[in-house]
């Protein structure tokens, strides 16, 4: 291919993009979208979502309304999880894996309940049409009754750190946020109609707020004015990942299943439900599972996607899913998808540009509530 | 806007370099590098004493999300590394083309000659 035939790609932007631009964001593509990587610094966006709160647009996530008699029905055979457990609780929000037939991961979603109205998911970005189709592919191969409505005219805002929700509350003026259960939506009145759910991706309290797409500035300057910092992916990412919550694509993706993925406690196998991917997750663990995710803590190093993981005998049994410096640990944290990985407490080695740094072995997650989650215990290992 | 002083000459791959006279050559990576790199949390600098090609990685850049190597911007023998940024690397954000230099070369007199000037490195760079 010669210069001046680059392939054409659709470069999506988000009703926030002069937004963006005009408070100093650096805009990089992700998934098909322009979105803000920081507005200066990432450490200070950081450091603001765990002492304070911060914003994040996360319009590129896509919504995707399904209703009709059979939108239940199409749920708890598309999805791991069980809608089943939101019967009833208007509002109650699901985290789930969608799989192929072979069990492997397409995409990790939240499903909210919607009483009459029937449900929301909200999609990745880069996942979204696809999911999308392979939704429309069920209903048809099925002939279920399912209104899929995908909102274009949507945005999305996700409002973190501990003093998250009580801005929210004040910018959507909507007191009742203070009191909102967990992994619960509501909807209010402000700024012509928004769904707001306390759900997120940071590991800290706070809420992700959908609303009219020219409304999304306006927020943004609400949650500015009240003291809340704008933040980009990057900070976005650091923060997942003390969080131990995995990214779509990077630890997880079509060729491995929940139960390689830190992710069995989605996969609901209660009962008799038949749902997409079930007989060879059952197969899976019959068989027994070998290959998992583990969380990794390095004293020295700093590990990056792709970097491989050795044994104590110097053998090859892994790779870096995500790895980072941990601005929170200070120091090295990442996931590993590996084969025959010791227990929590044992120890794998990366090998960082040459040289072979010891790393503990953690269940995920990496940070919680404001400390380290994590303990080295030597003590057990010796 | 990056600035891009035109008493400095730069490379391709972003770093710059300061005639300090006598044959020594200051360096540093360009503010438009540290855009790019975002926050630094660790410097691995080359060993002072140590020979350095032009083109060749001599120490490593680490921000949060990425690491990126150093190249040796011109050959010669590492005088003094700015150890200071082993405990600062956030100096490397703040302070590019002061607190945040990183090493001082010693070369040959004219082995800068032929580094980008301001304007070539500002136009490669689109700063």
Request: with cysteine; hydrophobic share 40%.
């Amino acid at each position: 291919m010669s210069a001046g035939e680059a392939v054409a790609v659709a470069v999506h932007r988000t009703p926030l993009d002069d937004w963006h631009r005009a408070h100093g964001a650096r805009m990089v593509p992700f998934a098909g979208w322009e979105m803000p990587l920081h507005y200066g610094s990432q450490l200070a966006e950081h450091e603001a979502v765990r002492n304070g709160a911060g914003f994040f647009d996360v319009s590129h996530m896509r919504p995707l309304d399904i209703s009709g008699p059979d939108a239940r029905t199409l749920l708890r055979y598309a999805l791991a999880n069980d809608v089943a457990r939101l019967d009833g609780q208007n509002g109650k929000a699901l985290y789930s894996t969608l799989l192929n037939a072979q069990g492997g991961i397409l995409d990790d979603l939240i499903v909210y309940a919607r009483g009459d109205a029937g449900y929301r998911v909200v999609l990745n970005a880069g996942t979204a049409q696809a999911d999308t189709a392979h939704f429309r592919n069920l209903v048809v191969a099925h002939g279920w009754q399912v209104d899929l409505r995908e909102r274009p005219e949507l945005a999305m805002l996700a409002v973190q750190g501990p003093r998250a929700r009580a801005l929210a509350a004040e910018a959507l003026d909507l007191p009742l946020l203070n009191a909102l259960p967990s992994f619960t939506a509501m909807e209010g009145h402000a700024l012509g109609g928004v769904f707001v759910a306390r759900t997120g991706y940071t590991g800290e309290d706070g809420v992700e707020v959908i609303l009219a797409a020219e409304q999304a500035p306006i927020l943004a300057e609400r949650l500015r004015d009240r003291g809340a910092v704008p933040c980009g992916l990057g900070a976005r990412d650091s923060l997942r990942l003390e969080a131990g919550l995995n990214l779509n694509g990077q630890d997880m993706s079509p060729a491995v299943t929940p139960w390689e993925s830190n992710l069995g406690w989605t996969v609901d196998l209660r009962g008799e439900r038949d749902f997409l991917g079930r007989g060879a997750l059952e197969a899976q663990r019959a068989a027994g599972v070998r290959r998992t995710l583990v969380g990794l803590v390095l004293d020295e190093g700093i590990p990056r996607h792709g970097y491989a993981v050795e044994d104590a005998n110097g053998r090859r049994c892994g790779e870096i899913t995500s790895g980072i410096f941990s601005p929170s640990l200070r120091r090295g944290i990442a996931l590993a998808r590996v084969t025959d990985a010791p227990h929590a407490g044992g120890r794998l080695w990366v090998s960082v540009r040459g040289v072979r740094q010891p790393a503990l072995v953690v269940k995920p997650p990496f940070w919680r509530a404001g400390h380290a989650h994590f303990s080295p215990s030597k003590e057990k290992s010796s | 806007m990056s600035t891009v002083p035109e008493n400095l000459r730069y490379t391709e791959t972003h770093e710059w370099v300061e005639n300090i006279g006598g044959g020594r050559y200051r360096v540093g990576i360009t503010e438009h590098a540290q855009e790019l790199l975002g926050d630094l949390v660790f410097v691995e600098l080359p060993a002072v004493g140590g020979q350095i090609r032009v083109g060749n990685p001599c120490g490593v850049l680490e921000s949060v999300k990425a690491a990126a190597d150093l190249y040796a911007p011109i050959s010669g023998t590492v005088e003094e590394v700015n150890e200071a940024l082993g405990e600062n690397p956030q100096w490397l954000n703040e302070d590019p083309h002061g607190r945040g230099w990183i090493m001082v070369i010693n070369a040959d007199a004219g082995a800068w000659d032929g580094l980008l000037d301001a304007a070539a490195y500002a136009r490669i760079a689109g700063v």
